[in-house]
């Protein structure tokens, strides 16, 4: 039995890795010489802790507020594309409280699985991708923003999550010594980060090692289909006539992709930035998020990456100097020993975040088709939700009627 796999991002790759578990064939289909996507450059956390999703209470009103500000973390690019309404209008319904329970629930045990699955993994493949179990660390300079994470810090305590209240001179501990301008933190022994880059360049690897082919730089792929049954595809000058099914996990890229199927994905894209810098002394020795300016640091193999952003509808070849400026302005406000760090000076990273109305991924077969699925939509979770996602899109493939 074959399936194809449409992108090489974490999510792509994770759902070829357990396809190949089920004994399947997998081919993986490429838009680039590798993967190109948000996987690469994002801040590489594994997070139980963030089990609220993008649409919740009081989402709205505050990013009201950021809209004013140019150098603030959010921003929206609206266009008059009917995706991008309708995407709104539903935002607005999910944003609303009467299911939030139910959905941080779903997405706290989801993250759960995910991290477990992650250590099997590195313990299962002996490979070396920077996994530390640390936990990340919430630091808060304002009275408003240290009361609003022990709120979300009392409310996972209730889904049974360790959070602990952290004065700044615990959060400066955890933190290796390194000086903070803090008012206090709220810590998550749970959480744990990587780095992206190597679990990408070990996963091709250990695809390839178990036979997965892939195609790279494929510009144009068509699929045929007969009876709510895709046929064959063709992509550039490859023709894929023996694949029993089809999964489409090309991020962002999976909005074009189910068009040309007839079928419109509700998902917009959530740009942000990252930079990663070698020489930071001292390094930080956990994840963690600066939590009023909303960006992220992370220490990693080759270097502390710090990222940010959330530009909804953003374009990925439009750098916005002014956003740019706000991740870099805020970090040396929490970090006083980062203000000489030439942040500017650095290879800017952008990808696009790729955003369902409700905030919760897309995994499973995509109707009217038999043998047709998508693996999408994971927003700011795609790396933390990578492992589970592959395994239930692999769990859910093979009800095909192609023999
Ligand atoms: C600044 C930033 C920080 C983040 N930090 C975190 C974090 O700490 N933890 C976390 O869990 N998540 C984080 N995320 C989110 C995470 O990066 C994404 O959710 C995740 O990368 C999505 O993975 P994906 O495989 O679905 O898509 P992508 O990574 O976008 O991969 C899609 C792949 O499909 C390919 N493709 C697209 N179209 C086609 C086509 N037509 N044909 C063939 N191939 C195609 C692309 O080239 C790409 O390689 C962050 C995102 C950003 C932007």
Request: hydrophobic share 40%; glycine share 10%; net charge positive.
């Amino acid at each position: 039995m074959k399936t194809v796999v449409i992108g090489s991002g974490i999510v792509g790759m994770f759902s070829a890795y357990y396809l190949t578990e089920k004994g399947r064939k997998v081919t993986i289909l490429e838009k680039e010489e590798g993967p190109a996507g948000a996987s690469i450059g994002n801040a590489g956390m594994i997070v139980p802790s963030h089990f609220t999703p993008l649409a919740a209470p009081g989402v709205m009103g505050q990013a009201l507020k950021w809209m004013l500000k140019p150098d603030s973390p959010f921003a929206l690019h609206p266009t008059m594309d009917m995706n991008f309404l309708r995407w709104g209008l539903k935002f607005i319904g999910a944003s609303r409280k009467k299911d939030l329970a139910e959905k941080s629930k779903f997405l706290y045990e989801l993250n759960l699985e995910s991290r477990k699955l992650y250590e099997e993994f590195i313990q299962k493949e002996k490979i070396e991708v920077g996994f530390q179990p640390r936990g990340l660390i919430m630091l808060c300079k304002t009275e408003k923003g240290l009361n609003h994470e022990k709120i979300l810090a009392e409310q996972s305590w209730e889904l049974g999550m360790k959070a602990d209240i952290l004065t700044k001179q615990e959060a400066e501990k955890l933190n290796g010594g390194l000086e903070l301008d803090i008012l206090g933190g709220v810590y998550y022994p749970n959480d744990a980060f990587l780095t992206p880059g190597l679990l990408l360049s070990n996963l091709e690897i250990i695809l390839k090692n178990r036979g997965v082919e892939f195609i790279k730089n494929i510009k144009k792929i068509q699929f045929s289909s007969e009876n709510n049954e895709i046929t064959s595809l063709q992509a550039d000058e490859h023709t894929i006539n023996d694949a029993n099914e089809y999964v489409i996990a090309a991020g962002m890229g999976s909005v074009s992709l189910a068009k040309s199927l007839g079928v419109s994905l509700p998902m917009i894209s959530g740009k942000g930035y990252s930079v990663t810098m070698k020489d930071v002394t001292p390094r930080p020795e956990i994840c963690g998020i600066l939590t009023e300016a909303r960006v992220a640091y992370t220490p990693m193999v080759n270097g502390v990456r710090f990222g940010g952003t959330m530009e909804l509808g953003g374009k990925l070849d439009r750098v916005n100097k002014k956003r740019l400026s706000g991740i870099f302005k805020s970090i040396p406000r929490y970090f006083p020993d980062y203000k000489n760090l030439a942040f500017e000076q650095e290879e800017v990273w952008s990808g696009l975040r790729p955003c369902t109305p409700d905030g919760l991924p897309i995994i499973g077969r995509l109707a009217p088709y038999k043998n047709a699925y998508l693996n999408t939509g994971h927003a700011m979770m795609g790396l933390s939700l990578g492992p589970v996602s592959g395994k239930r899109l692999a769990g859910m493939v093979g009800t095909s009627t192609k023999s």
